[in-house]
């Protein structure tokens, strides 16, 4: 049976036509032809036919919103899900075995320094001074040069283990902040991984007369109560910005400051955790711009008021643990 088919094209013929013949000929748009009906893909009577393309077009077009609506829904659902479990699991019940991990397990050595009540670790190459008051506490460590990286690591949280001495090592982990520089000389020379703990809390992963034990330790959030706090040192002409109390990642490595008639500006570090500014935002309120290791930042907007004063500390946000 032969069928006489005429096809003229409104749009792009060649993705509408899939039993294009050989003995069709084309003219512009138009396709011409005779064939078997065993060509077909399709059975056809024996008549004359003709077919646009745009109501083909139309609902291939309406099809592909569709699915790019579809997509759409099913990548926010996705985003959504990973937010949910992500916020379940930032706020855990322990402390200590539940913290955000931020690296793997490192091999390291561990000591102690400061005496008993660990008064022998205030101050610091950190600047954090009183341990105790910044809210710190025990819970401190002095990092070999390896691992201080000239002060950027101050206020880094770690979790330590004591392993493969079961002589001297207690079963557990401690979270300690890193908070003063231990210099080379013994077991801080380069390249060693070494931390250098206040006594009560070594005694947490050790006995007192190991003196050293082999850890594992791996980097985790901190977890802090209450804002960071910004400690407002030095003159006019010479704002020297101590920031403590940080949680998230813990070290900030980058700052800005905003007075109320003034634009951000960066600060410099000058050592650990003092950030420094030389212009005079004297009576002005002033916000912070603050950004940890990990790229996270959090603006403390107003956070000391127009009247503050030198040797004042003021609280502001906080990064989620």
Known sequence: MVVRLSVRCDVDCPLFIPFKHPHFISTNNSFQGSFTSRNLLFPFSSSSFFFTLRQHNERKKKALQYLNKAMGLLGFLV????????????????????????????????????????????????????????????????LSTALF??????????????????????????????????????????????????????????????????????????RRSGGIRFTINGHSYFNLVLITHVGGAGDVHSVAIKGSRTRWQPMSRNWGQNWQSNSYLNGQSLSFLVTTSDGRSVISYNVAPAGWSFGQTYTGGQFRF
């Open 149 to 222: 990286d000239n002060g950027l690591s101050c206020g880094a949280c770690y979790e330590l283990r004591c392993v493969n001495d079961p002589q001297w090592c207690l079963p557990g982990s401690i979270v300690v902040t890193a908070t003063n520089f231990c210099p080379p000389g013994g077991w801080c020379d380069p390249p060693n991984h070494h931390f250098d703990l206040s006594q009560p809390i070594f005694q947490h992963i050790a006995q007192y007369r190991a003196g050293i034990v082999p850890v594992i330790y791996r980097r985790v959030r901190c």
């Open 79 to 142: 985003v959504v899900l990973l937010s949910v479990l992500n916020f379940v699991h930032g706020f855990p019940r322990n402390n200590h075995a539940h913290h955000r991990y931020l690296g793997p397990w490192i091999n390291a050595h561990a000591t102690f320094y400061g005496g008993g009540d660990a008064s022998g670790t205030m101050g610091g190459a950190c600047g954090y001074g009183n341990l105790y008051s910044q809210g710190y506490g025990v819970n401190t460590a002095a």
